[in-house]
Structures are given as C-alpha cells and as structure tokens.
C-alpha cells in the first residue's frame, strides 16, 4: 500500500457519521481463517479473543461512538466457496457492529457499479482498493473529488435498497 493511504483503522477512527463499504469480487485469495474453514475447522464464537482482531475492534468502537457502519456485497450466484466462507465468517461482523446485505449480480442491472471495491467515509472521503485478478490486494487509492463521492454514494445505496440482509440471505 502506498505509504500515502492511511491505514483503515485511522480513517475509520475519524470518521463521525458513516462508514459504508462495497465488495464486488466473488474470490480475494487465500489466508489463514479460510483455509482453516477449508479443512472443516469452524469458530468457537463463544470464545471471542479466538476471532475478535483489531479491525472487528475498531468497527466496534466507531459504532459505539455513532458511526453507521454499512457493508454491502455483490455477489454471483450460486456462491463461489469463498463467499460461502465469507458468509459463514460475517458473523464476526454482525457482532463488531456492522449491518450487512448481500445482493445477488443478477439484481445489480439497470444501475452502474463501481469497478472497485471501495470505503466511503463520510460522504467526503473514499478508499478505493485495487485487486489483481488472483484476488491479491495490489494497493488502495484515496480520492476526495466531489462526481467520484457522489458516484459511488448513489451506487452503494441503491445496491443497499435492492440487497438482502445478512439474515435472510441464504446460501
């Protein structure tokens, strides 16, 4: 990551109303949690120091500070394994606080999208992020203009109105 972009913790730190965020890949790699789930290993959510990481700590404190913290993922169906995990793991998410919905692509037409992957802090700043076609993360980009905030606000909330919450979001 460019040394420019602050880390999400601080951005998520200073923010004060809203924080949403859109995911628009069906697969971002491997790591650790997901190869564990691979081999059959499922989390003792009973036991939160097992699962609860910095980041669930910092949406958990945005939250408790007032900040509305959304999630909303566009997804092909059916599911890719990784958004069968992914789905599976956001249980974390729901606890830290966040509200998550989940849009099948197939009811993502007659609206654009962004192409990437994004956090929108406040309606005043963005953070893009930058994938390889491997689902590796290549760097994040912030950007501050006015058309892009609008652009993508609009977007993240009509994909908002037409997504499923997580709870009734079957796989």
Known sequence: MPSSVPPFSELLANARR???HLELRDDYGTNPRLEAWQRGERVDWDDRDSWFHPFHQSIAE?????VVVRRARVVSEPVSEYIRWEHYATRANII???DVR???????TGFLIPANDFWL???ELIRFHHFAGDGRHV???LRTDAVTLELCGSAFEEIWQRATPHSEYVI
Do not use: C, I, K, Q
């Not at 945005?62 to 007032?66: C, D, M, P, Q, Y």
């Open 18 to 20: 809203s924080a949403v």
């Open 62 to 66: 945005a939250v408790a500070r007032g």
């Open 96 to 98: 830290a606080g966040e």
């Open 102 to 108: 989940w849009l099948p692509r197939d009811r993502a």
């Open 121 to 123: 802090f406040d309606g």
């Open 139 to 141: 760097m994040d980009e």
